[in-house]
């Protein structure tokens, strides 16, 4: 029974001590550093748009859209549309990192850490190369890692406030972990598709050009 006492009050020590800011900020920051943008690092513009089935929802020109809410701020615009389809259209790389990086990490960034409303999908210019892909996606992680890393203690247990709708009175903490998990579990998609596109022809065919080009 000492034993048992004894390593109770342990415990509860140790609990206290825990930085859970830094702790939630290492899990996604971790998993991104390690995992998921080093395989997105040879990302090829072909890729970044192949649809590997019809119907497919994508950035694309404007009058190339294949939805009746396809948005955007310039010539190329993301499609969409709310409530979705169901089953809802399939995705390429370029709508899924598109979503990470405006749905999920910079509407937010934006909303508890910049300037609420600033980012949305109807005033962002999609880029249609991989590279702009990337890069949009690299400055909204930024935006929000960095916001996470400033809330400390007290700010993860203020309320989200009115930008989260109905879950107004959750903590911010309920937030980091909710786009923590978007952010794998979309990210995860992500890898997939790059899986099946080596694997499959049009990988191949991309392959056999670029070689070609290069001898």
């Known amino acids: 029974m000492v034993l048992v006492a004894g390593y109770r009050r342990h415990m509860e020590a140790t609990m206290t001590e ?15 550093n390690h995992h998921l943008r080093p395989r997105l ?13 019809a119907g497919c929802w994508s950035l694309r020109p404007r009058e190339q859209a294949v939805s009746p809410m396809a948005a955007g701020a310039g010539d190329v615009v ?10 809802a259209p399939f995705t390429t790389i370029a709508w899924r990192m598109g979503h990470i990086s405006i749905g999920v990490l910079g509407t937010r960034a934006a ?3 910049g300037e ?3 980012v949305e999908y109807e005033s962002t210019e999609w880029p249609l190369t991989a590279g702009g892909g990337l890069a949009l996606l690299d400055r909204h992680y930024e935006a929000w890692i960095e916001g996470v890393r400033s809330l400390g203690d007290d700010g ?4 989200c406030g009115p930008a989260e709708g109905p879950y107004a009175e959750y903590p911010m903490a309920a937030l980091v972990l909710h786009i923590s998990r978007e952010v794998i579990h979309h990210g995860s998609e ?3 598709m790059r899986d099946l596109y ?13 070689a070609g080009a290069r001898s």
Request: proline share 8%; glycine share 4%.
């Open 41 to 53: 690092q040879t990302l090829s513009d072909h890729e970044y748009v192949w649809e590997p089935v």
């Open 111 to 113: 909303n508890h850490f």
């Open 190 to 192: 992500l890898c997939l």
């Open 78 to 87: 993301a499609d969409f549309e709310y409530p979705e389809p169901q089953p």
């Open 156 to 159: 993860l247990q203020r309320q």
């Open 116 to 118: 609420p409303g600033s």
């Open 18 to 32: 825990i930085d859970w800011n830094r702790e939630l900020v290492d899990q996604l920051d971790w998993h991104w």
């Open 198 to 210: 080596r694997t499959t022809a049009a990988g191949s065919e991309a392959a056999a050009e670029t």
